[in-house]
């Protein structure tokens, strides 16, 4: 079992900055385990915002790319997400997820489906 525990949400004015925090539990992973970020606004379906191997490689959604950086510390199982340049459309829950058997290929790794384990979520809120 994997537990996944999001921190960071708020509340912030628009071109202003957050950093989400996933501190992960229960197993350690691997090069092969991917993890990733999801958001979803009310009456949205989720939307994929970042993805990464444990061990390389770094995916982002078009809606976010040149503002959020995916990183993570492998020694503390713990990811995180910069996010840079908000904007009001940023607004959502902040979810995330992992999938540690390595299944995921990586023209899969945008879809919530493939991903077993999901954090609780953290609200964003950025205002105009």
């Known amino acids: 079992q994997v537990q996944l525990v999001e921190s960071g949400g708020g509340l912030v004015q628009a071109g202003g900055s957050l950093r989400l925090y996933c501190a992960a539990s229960g197993r350690t992973f691997n090069g092969r385990a991917t993890m990733a970020w999801f958001r979803q606004a009310p009456g949205k379906e989720r939307e994929f915002v970042a993805a990464a191997r444990w061990s390389g490689g770094t995916w982002y959604g078009d809606s976010v790319k040149g503002r959020f950086t995916f990183s993570r510390d492998n020694a503390k199982n713990t990811m995180y997400l910069q996010m840079n340049s908000l904007k009001p459309e940023d607004t959502a829950v902040y979810y995330c997820?992992?999938?540690?058997?390595?299944?995921?290929?990586?023209?899969?790794?945008?879809?919530?489906?493939?991903?077993?384990?999901w954090g609780q979520g953290t609200q964003v809120t950025v205002s105009s």
């Open positions: 997820a992992a999938e540690p058997s390595g299944r995921i290929i990586v023209s899969a790794v945008s879809l919530a489906a493939q991903y077993e384990y």
